[in-house]
């Protein structure tokens, strides 16, 4: 079975200030996938990157940052120079590889609420 | 592209009444629709997979006869909640896989049909 945690349920910091979430995955495939989704209070889910088992590099697109470390099963995502646009509910999610009858099933971690004041 | 849309976003009934949602891709075929439940403060379950054509796998626990799912056609899935009850309200969110990309496991999120049972 797959599983995916986020053991910071809620985060707060003040503007400008790096966010790291954490992001814990478990699953016995060889070949899966992780993500990250933002869900802002409108509640639509925001993709912001997929990554695949064979690709531990690490990449940053703007503010956002993540590190894939699969030694430890860990895809955390950290926001820096935190601005208030991104508060929001952030999820991690695994998948399994898209062959398998049930493999592009999605598994979310419980979320992380980042609050961001001004 | 890739855009996911859901009909109606907000909807309030009376318990015992049956409610449809339609999720819809606007602008791909998708072969995979799946179907997921978000409480509030809570992450999204899978409720069920949905495959153009034939029968919806539901997850353990969720309730085929009460969830109806029916995935007419390769733009379309319908969810219907029917005789719901106070505790069915939910956020209920649809996402599309694309078909005809077998390596590359993706799915695109419609907005999320708030349900409100009262």
């Known amino acids: 079975a797959q599983k995916v945690t986020q053991a910071q349920t809620e985060i707060s910091v003040v503007e400008k200030e790096d966010v790291t979430l954490d992001c814990v995955y478990e699953?016995?495939?060889?070949?899966?996938?992780l993500f990250w989704y933002k869900q802002p209070p409108s509640g639509e889910l925001v993709f912001l990157i997929r990554?695949?088992?064979?690709?531990?590099q690490n990449e940053i697109s703007g503010r956002y940052s993540w590190n894939f470390q699969k030694s430890t099963s860990s895809f955390n995502f950290t926001i820096t120079a935190s601005q208030v646009v991104d508060s929001a509910v952030y999820f991690c999610a695994l998948s399994g590889f898209a062959g398998k009858a049930a493999g592009n099933k999605l598994t979310f971690g419980g979320g992380t609420r980042v609050l961001v004041k001004p | 592209g890739a855009v996911v849309s859901q009909h109606p976003s907000r909807v309030i009934c009376k318990s015992g009444t049956s409610v449809k949602i339609e999720c819809r891709s606007l602008?791909?075929?998708?072969?995979?629709m799946f179907w997921y439940r978000q409480f509030p403060k809570q992450s999204l379950m899978l409720m069920a997979t949905?495959?153009?054509?034939?029968?919806?796998?539901?997850e353990q626990g969720v309730e085929k006869d009460k969830f109806l799912i029916n995935h007419a056609s390769l733009t379309l899935s319908t969810l219907t909640v029917t005789s719901a009850h106070p505790e069915d309200s939910s956020f209920y969110i649809c996402?599309?896989?694309?078909?005809?990309?077998?390596?590359?496991?993706?799915?695109?999120f419609g907005p999320g049909t708030r349900l409100t049972v009262l």
């Open positions: 699953t016995r495939d060889t070949t899966y996938y």
């Open positions: 990554r695949n088992s064979f690709d531990e």
């Open positions: 949905s495959n153009e054509g034939s029968k919806a796998t539901y």
């Open positions: 996402s599309a896989r694309r078909g005809g990309v077998a390596f590359i496991d993706e799915q695109f």
């Open positions: 602008d791909f075929q998708a072969t995979t």
